[in-house]
């Protein structure tokens, strides 16, 4: 039932990033000087490599969370949507940031990939105390 609980969670999040990404796709795709066809698509999208990518990640990042929440006795929905919270905002975003920073990324792209980690981690942390 872990193992359930653990893809339920890293699909609710891989879900909402797609979501996020198509809404926010121009910006990002300018903010992040990715490379796009004739056609205005990125030219790596016949690769299923980054979406397979993705979604290994979500699920060790699932993973992970349901570890320290076992371990911290998070149980109820609220105290999974505030961890989730805070370790999107406290942990994940910030890295993102430090990298962004002293690789001269603009904070267009900083704003559009922290938002994803904080709200897909506040996901995972609702659906790891939902189940």
């Not at 905002?89 to 704003?111: E, I, Q, S």
Request: aromatic share 10%; hydrophobic share 60%.
């Amino acid at each position: 039932m872990e193992i359930a609980i653990v893809v339920a969670a890293a699909l609710a999040s891989y879900i909402f990033g797609a979501i996020w990404y198509m809404a926010l796709s121009q910006a990002w795709m300018k903010a992040a000087g990715v490379e796009v066809g004739e056609d205005g698509r990125p030219v790596n999208t016949g690769s299923a490599m980054p979406y397979v990518a993705a979604f290994i990640c979500a699920l060790l990042v699932a993973g992970m969370m349901r570890h320290v929440f076992s371990l911290s006795g998070i149980e109820t929905v609220g105290a999974g949507f505030t961890a989730g919270l805070g370790i999107g905002l406290f942990l994940a975003a910030p890295w993102l940031v430090t990298n962004y920073a002293f690789a001269g990324r603009n904070r267009t792209l900083m704003l559009i990939d922290g938002g994803y980690a904080a709200i897909g981690c506040t996901i995972m942390g609702v659906v790891l105390t939902l189940l």
